[in-house]
Structure formats: structure tokens, C-alpha cells
């Protein structure tokens, strides 16, 4: 099916299912222990060895020898597999290093061997005993030396944009703000590991993962063993946390693979926390510029965003500018975005990559313009907004209700109790403070295909390799059969994270929800021609609702159209140029109030809001669920998140979660959710579009802006720390 006109009325707007709050169908099967993550598949998998991973212990160089002996020797081990005995490994398409290293170490903690054994103690062991030393190399480890010798990236394209006369509109604006800010290396930090278990059969692999996009992986496991696509079988139906970690093929799938291979039995990959960090990928640093000019009205007339990331060769930036491109009106406009060659672990998608850091810096430059102006921070935001592309005005915005999202937040939040002046509220020893912050998320959309099946009990079964990274896809792709198929919820059967499942758009992006809900909508409409032409009705008119099929005054039970056998329909969504003829995005407005102890420094979020406007919200509990996981993301990257760099050896010295500081229960306050009204027919026949990524954007820099109300102080670098805030305390009285 082509989505290329806007929707118009169809099965969706029934909302008998979609759109309620109905509680996750995985649910019971997570809280009792019987879901099966990738660690887990005790059944499936007769006698597996268990792999430990030995990553490098320098950041660039090479191998000069490898001691194995001692290890090969220990009790249970049955292979160890290095880059000399592992054959011809090709490079993933969505991998920057080589997943195996040796003898070329690109980073540090990159795998250089797996040592294989009859137990998990077992391998531990023997990997403690590999001995490897190596010729150091000099690497380049700090962003701000590399700034200088950035280059101009591939991606995005284009990499820098312009639109009037940006420089001539700043030096001749009458109010003029330009500052620079700074956001940490952040970790991913899910609660489930990323984890694999190999199984080799007749020359095929079966591979049980932890993985957000089943496709994407499977052909690059395919490509990096140099095997054929249709050899190679992902699965993976539960998922314990990913936020863009888990989006590529990391070492744990390939090491097991090879492990599996080289011990001629199925493999067990776990990675230990400290190789999440320094191993896999995490969101970069950033530098960011930003120049805003305006007129004393208010009106903004230049806008200037400049951002520096780095990466390993080969890799790519962090797109810290892109929402600024979209976001706020201005005639005149530029964004620049570079990329530093660093030698630090792979930098890479991380919860709403670029608009969730390039929203930390945006967000407080919108707050001190608007403190120069002598405006509210709302009405500021309010005054410039736009509803076309600034940088293409002939292109209007599909949906776009920042504005109300800002103001029904400032009612409900009670804005104007807002004390104006920094440092003038308290609350015994605590400096009280509010701030807020708009969100900005682009709504993207992927090709994306499901298989239905009916059978004779009435049951339909969806089977799409979309997976479940915590979010709910199984239950918004439940909702979506239930309602085109006119059945209760709980006669859907929902199969995800299989490679032999039709292809969808996978979790990531904010796409994965509209996308593969729309493509279950596509194979739903094909098996409601099928069953209505085993039923003698015309498709056309016939009603799916109560489990019955219905034209006019004739009505039939839904099983009936598989009394001879199941009823099985296939169909993808495949988008067309709507996406380019309007601009598509997702709006928030977030505040805060925060605490902070006049004496200490000590910043303590007292109470947070969210509103989205999102297009139909398919299900508001899990949607609340999304937003209000994303807002507590957003309080980790404000006030405690920062990978620390050995700038002179090369990785992140916290890469565990004793010294990587997450937010945790007590740290975390009410937390409120609204969803505004909103239907945009230009994104699919859900009328959806995403929200899981939405609700961080913007959330660290109300809490930055709310500090600043509170205390007086400005910080432009993350995480504010006590140490950042103390010198600038007002006094007590």
C-alpha cells in the first residue's frame, strides 16, 4: 500500500482500541519473569558455552604479541577466537570500527579476543589469564584541541546552511546574544546488557539478540561473516532497554557467532558493563555557538547555530543543529555543523540524537535573549513562532501547535506564580526556581510490512519483525489489528523480533510506532478483501466490528472465513513525498521547578510537565510511559550524566553504573503528562506520529533555565554540578 494522499476517513477513527489507555499485553509476562530476553533462551538452546570478551587496554595502537597459552589451558575452555584465527571479517554497514580488533586497536575496550568455556566462571577466568601487550600510539582524545582542525562532514547534508544575510542581520541587531555551550559524552546505560547467543546449523545462524532493528542487523552480521542475507536469522521479541545503543550489530552478536562456530556448539555473549561504555556506542560531546539577534520588539531577525562533535574516522557528527533549522522564525539564518577525528569509542544515536543535545544549548540561548529583551521566556518562544519552514516558506508545517503547547503548559503549571528576577524565592534553605523549554522532534516515517493471519477460532495473529524496546509496540500493534479487524483486544495475537517476519521500520527515531502500525493497517486492509470475498461481501462497504462481518442487514461471524483454513494477508506501507511537501514534526513545552539549597549548591527537581502535540496518541498510557521515562533521561543529562575521559590514555574512566550517575527513584519528582488533541493526515492512515523521543528534548534546559531562576546563576556547560553553581550563590538573608 502507498501512502501518498492525506488520510481520510478509515477503520482507525472508530477508536473502539486505539487511542485507549489499555494496559500493556506484555506486561504480564515481564513482571513474572517469563518474557525472554536474549540471555534467556534456556529451552531453545541445548548445552551452550559461554564467551567473555578480552577489549583492549590502550585507546590506539597495536597488538605487539598475545599470550594465549596459560588461558587455553584453564579448566573448560574449549576456543578462544582472535582477529588471527577468526578468517576474513568484512565491516557492517552501520559500523565506524571493525567490531573484532587486532592487530590495529582503533579505540579502547575494542575486542580483541573471546574466550569460550564449558561456564560463565569458567571463561571469566581464562580471559583474566590472556596476556597482550602492546605498541601505544598517539590518539587524539579531547574535542576542544580537535575543534580547531574539524572537518566538514558528509552527513548531514547538507552540513552547513544559510538563508539571507545572517552576518549583517546579527551585527546590525539591536539586542544580540553569543555564547557557546557545552554538552558531556553520555552513556545509553539500559538495564539489559547488550547479549547475544549463537547457534550454527547446516551452515546457517541463528542468532537471539538484543537488537532494535532486526533487518539492519541481520545484514550486517550477514556482510561482516561474509555469508548470504537469507542465511542468517535475528531474533529478538523482548528488549530490555536500547535508546539507540542497541540499533547496529555490536561485538556480543558477531563474538558469539564466531564463538559459536569455532566451539561447534551454541555460544553465550553477555558484555560486561564497563565494554557497554568504551565497547559500544554512546552520544558525543558537543561545542555549540549560538548567535540570536532581534529587534526590540522581540522579533527575532538573525539566528546562528554552530556545533562541533567528534567521532572516530570514518564516523559522523552529532547533528546538534538541525531543530534550529525549524523551530523559530528569523529571516536571516545559518547552522554550521563539524566533526573532529577523534580516537574515542564510537559516538552514535543516543535517545533523540541531535535535537536532545542541540536543545540543551538552543533552549537556554532562547532564555538569555529573552532575559536581554526583558520578556517572559513563554512569550518570547510565543512571539517567534512560525507555521512554515523558516529556511523554506513556500513549505508549511503539517501540524504544528508549539504555541499551545506553551501556553496550556504555563496555565497548568501555574507560570505566573514565576518570580521574574533570579534568586528571589525561598523555600526555608532552598532557592526556588521555574523554568521552561520547548521541544522540538522531527516525525519520521519508514517503509514498513506485517503478515496477518485469521483462524477459525477468530483469533488473528500479526507477525512483523518490528520489535519492543520497553516502548509497547506489542500493544499499540495489537490495538491497531483489533480495531481494523473489529475483535476485542484480547483476540490478536502479536509476533515480533523475527528476521523470518515481514521487514518494518524497527525502534528507533521516533518512526518505529507510526510506521509499523501503519503497516499493519496495510495487511489488515488486504485481509479484510480477503475475508470479505470468502464471505460473498464487498469489501468496499463491508463494517468489521463485534466479530462479525456486516453489509446492510446481513451479518456474519469473522471466524467464519476460515472455517477451511487460515485467512493470511502480507502488505507493507510505503510512504511518499507528503513528508516533503509539509514539514512533519513533533512540539513540546516542558517546565520545571526546581530546589536548590542556598548553602550546598545541591539542585533537586521539585516538579515537572510535559506537553506534547504529537498527532493521535495510539495509546496515552504508554505514551505517558514514554514521556515520563524520557523526562527522567532528561534530568540525568542536566545535573549527573557525563562520560569522563582519560584524556591521556584515551576512555571513559565511569564506565560503570557506580561512577556513570543515572537518575534513581528518589531523584525523580511528579511528573506530569498532557497529550493536546491533534489528528495530522499527512503522516499516515494512524494519523500518529511519534512521541518516545519527544519528550527529552528540551527537558535538561528547563531544568537549566529553572536553576538559573532560582539561583541567578548561568551555566553553560552540563552536567551542573554543586561545584558550578556555589561561587554564584546569592547570600542568605
Same mark, same amino acid.
Given at each position: ?109 575494542? !575486542? ?135 540499533? #547496529? ?20 555473549? !553477555? ?13 558525543? !560531546? ?30 559522523? @557528527? ?38 536532545? @543535545? ?21 512569550? #518570547? ?8 519552514? @523558516? ?96 475483535? @476485542? ?97 513533533? #512540539? ?69 553504573? !557506580? ?75
Amino acid at each position: 500500500m502507498k501512502f501518498d494522499t492525506p488520510a481520510g476517513k478509515n477503520p482507525i477513527d472508530q477508536l473502539k482500541v486505539v487511542g485507549k489507555p489499555v494496559d500493556r499485553i506484555d506486561g504480564p509476562l515481564k513482571t513474572t519473569g517469563t518474557a525472554t530476553y536474549a540471555y534467556e533462551w534456556h529451552e531453545e538452546i541445548a548445552n551452550p558455552a559461554y564467551g567473555y570478551v578480552v577489549g583492549a587496554g590502550i585507546a590506539k595502537g597495536r597488538v605487539a604479541s598475545m599470550e594465549l597459552d596459560a588461558a587455553r589451558k584453564s579448566p573448560g575452555v574449549v576456543a578462544i577466537v582472535t582477529a588471527a584465527n577468526a578468517g576474513k571479517l568484512g565491516k557492517g554497514r552501520f559500523n565506524t570500527a571493525r567490531l573484532l580488533g587486532g592487530p590495529d586497536i582503533e579505540h579502547y575496550h575494542q !575486542a580483541l579476543a573471546l574466550v569460550v568455556a564449558d561456564t560463565f566462571e569458567q571463561a571469566r577466568a581464562a580471559a583474566g589469564l590472556v596476556r597482550i601487550a602492546y605498541t601505544r600510539g598517539n590518539g587524539r582524545f579531547d574535542l576542544a584541541h580537535g575543534k580547531d582542525s574539524a572537518i566538514v562532514p558528509e552527513e548531514p547534508n547538507p552540513p552547513d546552511t544559510s538563508v539571507g544575510d545572517f552576518a549583517g542581520a546579527f551585527a546590525g541587531a539591536p539586542v544580540q546574544l553569543d555564547a557557546t555551550y557545552a554538552t558531556p559524552d553520555q552513556s545509553h546505560s539500559m538495564m539489559e546488557p547488550h547479549a547475544s547467543i549463537a547457534a550454527w546449523k547446516d551452515g546457517k545462524l541463528t542468532l537471539w539478540t538484543s537488537n532494535q532493528m532486526i533487518d539492519w542487523s541481520r545484514g550486517d552480521v550477514a556482510k561482516t561473516l561474509g555469508i548470504p542475507k537469507e542465511d542468517v536469522r535475528l531474533v529478538s521479541p523482548y528488549i530490555g532497554g536500547g535508546f539507540g545503543g542497541k540499533l #547496529f550489530l555490536r561485538c556480543d552478536a558477531l563474538l558469539a557467532a564466531l564463538g559459536a562456530r569455532a566451539a561447534k556448539r551454541p555460544v553465550k555473549v !553477555a558484555l560486561q558493563r564497563p565494554l557497554m561504555a568504551n565497547n559500544t556506542t554512546h552520544r558525543p !560531546a558537543t561545542l555549540q555557538r549560538i548567535r540570536i539577534g532581534a529587534g526590540k520588539d522581540g522579533k527575532i531577525t538573525a539566528m546562528g547555530h554552530e556545533s562541533w562533535s567528534g567521532d572516530l574516522p570514518g564516523g559522523g @557528527p552529532e547533528v546538534a543543529v538541525q531543530q534550529t533549522r525549524l523551530l523559530y522564525a528569523g529571516a536571516n539564518r545559518m547552522t554550521r555543523t563539524r566533526l573532529a577525528v577523534l580516537d574515542l569509542p564510537e559516538g552514535n544515536a543516543m535517545r533523540a540524537p541531535g535535537e536532545a @543535545p542541540g536543545l540543551m544549548a538552543l533552549e537556554i540561548a532562547m532564555d538569555e535573549m529573552a532575559a536581554k529583551l526583558g520578556l517572559d521566556p513563554v512569550e #518570547f518562544r510565543i512571539l517567534n513562532d512560525t507555521q512554515v519552514d @523558516p529556511e523554506h516558506p513556500e513549505r508549511s508545517f503539517s501540524q504544528r501547535q508549539l504555541n499551545e503547547c506553551l501556553r496550556t503548559g504555563a496555565r497548568r503549571f501555574g507560570w505566573d506564580r514565576r518570580h521574574a528576577t533570579p534568586g528571589k524565592q525561598r523555600d526555608g534553605r532552598w532557592l526556588v526556581g521555574m523554568g521552561v523549554a520547548a521541544g522540538f522532534r522531527n516525525n519520521l516515517t519508514m517503509k514498513s510490512a506485517a503478515r496477518v493471519r485469521l483462524d477459525a477460532r477468530g483469533v488473528v495473529t500479526v507477525e512483523t519483525d518490528m520489535t519492543d524496546i520497553g516502548t509497547g509496540s506489542y500493544t499499540i500493534i495489537g490495538q491497531t489489528a483489533a480495531e481494523m479487524m473489529g475483535v @476485542p483486544l484480547d483476540r490478536v495475537v502479536v509476533r515480533l523480533g523475527d528476521s523470518d517476519f515481514p521487514v518494518s521500520a524497527g525502534s528507533g527515531g521516533q518512526w518505529g510506532a507510526n510506521s509499523s502500525t501503519a503497516g499493519v493497517y496495510a495487511a489488515c486492509m488486504k485481509l479484510r478483501e480477503a475475508v470479505a470475498a470468502k464471505l460473498g461481501f464487498n469489501a468496499q462497504e463491508a463494517a468489521f466490528a463485534d466479530g462479525r462481518v456486516s453489509v446492510g442487514s446481513r451479518s456474519v461471524p469473522l471466524a467464519q472465513a476460515a472455517e477451511a483454513g487460515d485467512v493470511v494477508a502480507e502488505d507493507a506501507m510505503e510512504f511518499g513525498d507528503l513528508g516533503k511537501k509539509f514539514q512533519q514534526s513533533t #512540539f513540546a513545552a516542558h517546565f520545571v521547578e526546581v530546589g536548590v539549597d542556598g548553602d550546598t549548591g545541591e539542585s533537586r527537581i521539585r516538579r515537572m510537565l510535559a506537553v506534547c502535540a504529537a498527532g493521535r496518541i495510539l495509546n496515552p498510557k504508554s505514551a505517558r510511559s514514554q514521556v515520563i521515562g524520557a523526562m527522567t533521561m532528561g534530568i540525568g543529562a542536566a545535573l549527573t550524566e557525563e562520560l569522563a575521559i582519560d584524556k591521556r590514555l584515551g576512555f571513559f574512566v565511569n564506565h560503570d553504573l !557506580a561512577g556513570y550517575e543515572v537518575p534513581v527513584h528518589a531523584d525523580v519528582p511528579h511528573q506530569e503528562v498532557i497529550f493536546l488533541d491533534e489528528t495530522d493526515p499527512m503522516s499516515s492512515p494512524m494519523k500518529a506520529k511519534g512521541v518516545g523521543e519527544l519528550g527529552i528534548c528540551g527537558v535538561s534546559a528547563a531544568i537549566a533555565n529553572a536553576i538559573h531562576n532560582a539561583t541567578g546563576v548561568r551555566v553553560r556547560e552540563y552536567p551542573i554540578t554543586l561545584d558550578k553553581l556555589l561561587a554564584g550563590l546569592p547570600e542568605s538573608s
